[in-house]
């Protein structure tokens, strides 16, 4: 074996290690922010089967933020409703796209079609997926990553052959799946909790019923021993799936006739009929999640770092929310725009968020499939009383992941509160996603908030900062020099977000809220504030606009030394 060496310079600034769906979106969103990359997958050809299929509204504001999400919407079905039966008894539909978000709609399409479209931005945007590579060793020091790279076998997708290749980078990514090598080699592997006694038999095919077979519901089935569920994936194609107690199930793949048997049991449709099947399987679930997501110069996302449980369709979508993330951090910090501390939030907020939806999948999973009599005969009572009862017993009160947030971020700092934030219960602070709102622009044409908080006057890792009047007519002089007091961070954008004031000329793009709307939503109404947003539309800094200097100390701590 031989050896190809590059030690001396770096060849790109991040590699990525896996071309599923994640890794493929963190290229995206690397080549968005105008980073050098390198990407590569183990697999010669894509997985021709679908798995994870879904895409929460929150996920697909990331998406948009980067550029991508129209490419998925194209090829998805939109998802306005979600139906519960509980045990033959219908519950209260869940009226899953009535929410605050631009995407309200659920895509759905497929694993498959989501990485082919990715795969499609990626060479678009000039980049590359290299198949048929595997890294089989990393090293990291004070400066980069050199990174072992191997041609796969044509005859055996584990074996390799050739000479192998050192790389040299920056910073690496490890994207390579739940048994992902990275996370093995960084020491922060985890043993995986089995569920016993579960099982799952999962079919893709042609569906006839007498329930719809439009593609904007979803439909799940909770019955005597497990829960079943009936979703869209691309081309006029069903998944059937059931998760079950697995007393008296062969261990192996199922029948067609078998999945038609149990789907019109579960479903009460003699009539039911599943034909032209493109994917029967059958498998068993454990979770974990591992105790860190980034040590040094390299990071993990998605399935590289957790496990997860079909509960919720939460898995991918956290996979997301961890792309888009990493990768405005590495192009401030590669373009000597951030301290360490941007990176280092990474590991607090995103290795947080998957442990805590570890535990919410886990309880998902077991109110779903281990209920019991008892359990079923509560959650029946509690069905006539509780309208959200078909999001509870799926563990989470919020399925489009819009309430995902970071309370606890080293990135985050409050200077507002006192009795004004008792009185707002529903304010956002520091870590929580900042909300939209409608506003009007100079010159009368209508615009939202959202428009001018991702890529901020097409800076693709701009922080906007909302200089909010409080509604008080003479604030401009104050909201002035708050402004003045940042504009060596050429990558803060501000704009006024005025209720009462008049902007003048020279003064930074207003946003007029004359009926409060957009005052009511971030709880400013009756002080003049200053909100300031991160890349990837969260809150990190609320402060008063009368201490400027606040909000200056938070700059030289997170970016650095004021920059002329």
């Not at 093995?184 to 079919?203: H, I, Y």
């Not at 454990?286 to 040590?295: K, N």
């Not at 402060?543 to 650095?560: Q, T």
Request: aromatic content about 8%; glycine content about 12%; proline content about 5%.
């Amino acid at each position: 074996m031989t050896t190809t060496s590059r030690r001396s310079d770096f060849d790109t600034d991040v590699i990525i290690i896996g071309g599923g769906p994640i890794g493929l979106t963190t290229a995206c969103a690397l080549a968005h922010h105008g980073i050098r990359f390198r990407l590569f997958e183990q697999r010669r050809e894509p997985k021709p089967n679908s798995r994870a299929n879904n895409l929460w509204a929150r996920p697909q504001e990331l998406l948009a933020s980067i550029g991508i999400r129209d490419a998925l919407a194209d090829k998805a079905y939109r998802i306005t409703q979600i139906n519960t039966m509980l045990n033959g008894e219908t519950v209260a539909p869940i009226a899953v796209a009535d929410v605050a978000s631009p995407y309200p709609d659920v895509l759905y399409s497929g694993q498959d079609v989501i990485e082919t479209i990715l795969a499609e931005q990626v060479q678009a945007g000039g980049g590359a997926v290299e198949r048929g590579r595997k890294v089989i060793g990393f090293e990291q020091d004070g400066d980069g990553v050199t990174v072992t790279i191997a041609t796969v076998s044509e005859t055996d997708g584990h074996e390799t052959e050739g000479p192998v290749e050192q790389l040299r980078c920056r910073y690496l990514v490890g994207a390579d799946g739940d048994k992902g090598f990275v996370r093995k080699t960084l020491g922060l592997d985890f043993s995986a909790e089995k569920m016993p006694n579960c099982m799952n038999r999962q079919v893709d095919a042609k569906l006839r019923w007498r329930r719809s077979t439009e593609f904007d519901h979803l439909w799940f089935f909770y019955y005597p021993r497990g829960f079943c569920g009936v979703l869209p994936v691309w081309e006029g194609y069903h998944r059937l799936f059931f998760l079950s107690d697995d007393t008296g199930l062969p261990d192996r793949d199922p029948t067609l006739e078998e999945m038609q048997a149990i789907a019109r049991e579960v479903t009460r449709d003699e009539t039911l009929t599943l034909s032209d099947p493109v994917w029967l399987t059958h498998s068993r679930f454990q979770h974990g999640v591992s105790a860190g997501y980034a040590r040094g110069r390299v990071f993990l996302v998605g399935d590289a770092g957790h496990l997860t449980l079909p509960a919720g369709g939460q898995g991918m979508n956290a996979g997301l929310h961890d792309a888009v993330g990493l990768a405005w951090r590495l192009a401030m910090v590669l373009q000597g725009a951030a301290g360490s501390i941007v990176l280092d939030s990474y590991d607090a907020e995103r290795g947080g968020e998957h442990r805590r939806l570890d535990k919410q999948q886990d309880q998902g999973f077991r109110n779903s499939v281990y209920r019991g009599a008892l359990k079923d005969a509560a959650m029946g009572i509690a069905a006539t009383f509780l309208p959200n009862i078909g999001e509870l017993i799926q563990g989470t009160d919020d399925l489009q992941q819009l309430s995902v947030g970071y309370p606890d971020s080293p990135l985050n700092e409050d200077h507002l509160g006192g009795l004004r934030e008792l009185l707002h219960r529903h304010v956002p602070h520091p870590g929580a996603r900042a909300p939209d709102a409608d506003v009007i622009a100079e010159g009368g044409a209508s615009t939202t908030l959202f428009a001018h908080l991702y890529n901020p006057d097409g800076h693709t890792w701009g922080w906007s900062l909302l200089a909010f009047d409080g509604r008080e007519a003479d604030a401009l002089p104050q909201l002035r020099s708050a402004l003045s007091a940042v504009h060596a961070w050429t990558w803060i954008r501000p704009r006024l977000v005025l209720g009462a004031a008049v902007a003048q000329a020279g003064d930074a793009p207003a946003l007029y809220d004359l009926d409060g709307v957009a005052h009511g939503a971030y709880g400013t109404g009756g002080q003049p504030a200053l909100i300031l947003v991160r890349p990837d539309g969260h809150i990190a800094f609320r402060g008063p606009a009368a201490k400027p200097d606040l909000l200056a100390d938070y700059c030289r701590k997170v970016f650095g030394t004021d920059r002329a």
